[in-house]
T-cell receptor, first 113, second 109 residues
Framework: DVKVTQSSRYLVKRTGEKVFLECVQDMDHENMFWYRQDPGLGLRLIYFSYDVKMKEKGDIPEGYSVSREKKERFSLILESASTNQTSMYLC????????????FGSGTRLTVV | DAKTTQPTSMDCAEGRAANLPCNHS???????VYWYRQIHSQGPQYIIHGLKNNETNEMASLIITEDRKSSTLILPHATLRDTAVYYCIAGSNDYKLSFGAGTTVTVRA
């Protein structure tokens, strides 16, 4: 069964910590995405990547960075976690020119205290 | 991505067809219509997508109007497990997709 795996389901971090959220896909997909989801705001795109070592800013990139050193792995980095980054983080992947849509992971619920 | 408009919520009866409307009047010629759903506390799940023609798969049917300005997702026999938020998106799989608020569908026994 194809999947997108996010390393943690729940995470609690302290303000100011550097936080790494990991996402791995086993479908050989070219495209990978990071979204955050907050009540009343829907899913908002943080960063996405079309290929290894390539990245593009989404709608809300401030306070985040990403890394894609290997095709299957896309990491989201919170340089200095703040309480307003408490959220559900969702990773997704898709195939370029593919006939199906995104495949999402189960999400990481991050709480910054 | 073209903007889409969906009703905020809708109810349907278990076993009956659920018809979910979506308006996308500014859709461009190369943009697809995608439907996803999100069951509580899970990541969104892809349902179906189409460009011009109607599409059907094991989950649902997608009816796109001839002018492509609106579409309807049909769940043929709704079950309680179909209770979820349904997102209609106009865009390209090769590019970022913008998820709006979606329609909260509640299937009642």
């Amino acid at each position: 069964d194809v999947k997108v795996t996010q390393s943690s389901r729940y995470l609690v971090k302290r303000t100011g910590e550097k936080v790494f959220l990991e996402c791995v896909q086993d479908m050989d997909h070219e495209n990978m995405f990071w979204y955050r989801q907050d009540p009343g705001l829907g899913l908002r795109l943080i960063y996405f990547s079309y290929d290894v070592k390539m990245k593009e800013k989404g709608d809300i990139p401030e306070g985040y960075s990403v890394s894609r050193e290997k095709k299957e792995r896309f990491s989201l980095i919170l340089e200095s976690a703040s309480t307003n980054q408490t959220s559900m983080y969702l990773c997704a992947s898709s195939s370029s020119g593919g006939r199906v849509g995104y495949t999402f992971g189960s999400g990481t619920r991050l709480t910054v205290v | 991505d073209a903007k889409t408009t969906q009703p905020t919520s809708m109810d349907c009866a278990e076993g009956r067809a659920a018809n979910l409307p979506c308006n996308h009047s500014t859709i461009s010629g190369n943009e697809y219509v995608y439907w996803y759903r999100q069951i509580h506390s899970q990541g969104p799940q892809y349902i179906i997508h189409g460009l011009k023609n109607n599409e059907t798969n094991e989950m649902a049917s997608l009816i796109i109007t001839e002018d492509r300005k609106s579409s309807t997702l049909i769940l043929p026999h709704a079950t309680l497990r179909d209770t979820a938020v349904y997102y209609c998106i106009a865009g390209s799989n090769d590019y970022k997709l913008s998820f709006g608020a979606g329609t909260t569908v509640t299937v009642r026994a």
